[in-house]
């Protein structure tokens, strides 16, 4: 697999400099600036390129833009509301100029109004370092007792709902703060991000739209951008839900291989594809991952590889974010299919052949804890991660492998 490694932009605390010294082949990033709906300009692609391709002091880092990660789809879009009809001419002509620029993997998702949601975003773990973790019963106190969405309650288990109370009630007003800032996170340098009261008119934009509801607009939405991607030479690939379970009261259309295969039938055509995020996807334990891969192979496009680990076996479930080949899922196994998915993409003349993978959400260690980096994208523990795999897809490749 081709070894990439996200990276935020000039903010970025981690540079474009330490990926290189990582090893990694190319860069992973988006144009995080940009409103959701605009278009990416081909000026601004430009731009971008020209971070990743100098260093500060104008030297070359030898690395090139390959994966957009994300070109975001609108909420618009996602209800099919109000501009949407703008919003997806200017997502076909936004994977136009990247095409033009020699960009051919484009990662999206379909979550509703938040990305991805985490409790914590430096929760202790017991070597001393510092992960994501997504408690149950915490987001369950902001749900109940901080955002006050109605209906709440009902989204839960009742030992979920009381165990919240006891947490709210025990919380600091600056824990409780933290809470709802932890869970309405935005990326560095983007342009959302939600107070409270926005967060519930957002919510509120979903009532009576069902899980089918939904899965049918993207579908719309595919319909539309797909065939473009297809014609461009452009691989889009949707990211799983994060975590993989309703919350908010949101639907959550893209959890599990029923809903990739309903979602790549419904529009069957080579362009669209899967982001397989072993993290977003270990986080139910109804998931299988290694024969997830074998049902999906052909139309993964691009591997987010890290680990989970579950405090319980129930969906959903509270989770922190373990070592790469520390979690629940096992690493090995979705790597050796991953590897022989390339073996056939080869013997079949596929350009694809490589898939592009990145270590995700490393955990903070060593010097990480003082950088401040974006949370879950520390220097030392992706590079940790990375090694890791790294050591794992040279064992299962050394001509030595298949005597074990």
């Not at 995080?32 to 100098?54: C, L, M, N, S, Y």
């Not at 165990?163 to 600056?174: I, N, Q, V």
């Not at 452009?234 to 295969?261: K, N, Q, W």
């Not at 940790?384 to 040279?394: F, I, N, S």
Request: aromatic share 6%; with cysteine.
């Amino acid at each position: 697999m081709r070894q990439t490694w996200r990276w935020f932009g000039p903010k970025d605390k981690v540079s474009v400099e330490d990926a290189r010294q990582a090893g990694v082949e190319g860069i992973v990033t988006a144009l995080h600036h940009v409103p959701t709906g605009d278009v990416w300009r081909p000026e601004e692609i430009e731009k971008r390129q020209r971070e990743v391709a100098f260093l500060p002091d104008g030297s070359m880092s030898g690395l090139r833009w390959e994966v957009v990660e994300s070109l975001p789809v609108s909420e618009a879009i996602k209800t099919q509301t109000g501009h949407f009809k703008a919003h997806v001419e200017h997502y076909r002509r936004s994977l136009a100029n990247l095409a033009a620029a020699g960009i051919e993997v484009v990662c999206y998702n379909f979550m509703p109004v938040l990305d991805w949601t985490r409790t914590d975003l430096a929760w202790r773990v017991a070597h001393g370092g510092r992960a994501m973790r997504f408690d149950l019963p915490d987001f369950a106190a902001f749900d109940i007792h901080i955002l006050k969405r109605k209906g709440a309650a009902e989204s839960f288990p009742p030992h979920v709902v009381e165990e919240a109370a006891k947490r709210f009630a025990g919380m600091s007003e600056e824990r409780r703060k933290q809470l709802a800032s932890n869970v309405t996170a935005g990326l560095p340098g983007a342009v959302e991000s939600w107070s409270l009261p926005e967060l519930s008119e957002h919510l509120a934009t979903y009532d009576g739209i069902s899980p089918e509801r939904l899965r049918q607009n993207l579908i719309d939405f595919l319909s539309e951008v797909v065939p473009v991607a297809q014609e461009l030479g452009v691989r889009l690939c949707c990211h799983p839900d994060d975590p993989p379970f309703p919350l908010l009261g949101l639907p959550r259309i893209m959890s599990t291989e029923a809903d990739y295969r309903a979602v790549l039938e419904a529009v069957d055509i080579p362009a669209n594809g899967v982001t397989f995020c072993t993290g977003s996807l270990g986080a139910r334990p109804d998931n299988d991952l290694p024969a997830m891969v074998r049902a999906l192979a052909d139309r993964i496009h691009f591997v987010h590889l890290r680990n989970v680990r579950r405090d319980t076996e129930e969906v959903p479930c509270s989770f922190f974010e373990d070592e790469h080949l520390g979690g629940q899922t096992d690493m090995v196994a979705v790597v050796a299919e991953l590897l022989a998915e390339e073996k056939r993409r080869r013997a079949a003349g596929r350009a694809d052949a490589e898939i592009p993978m990145r270590p995700d959400h490393g955990q903070d260690i060593l010097d990480d804890l003082k950088r401040g980096a974006q949370p879950g994208y520390p220097a030392i523990g992706r590079l940790k991660g990375l090694a890791e795999l790294r050591g794992v897809m040279a064992a299962l490749g050394h001509p030595v492998a298949g005597r074990a």
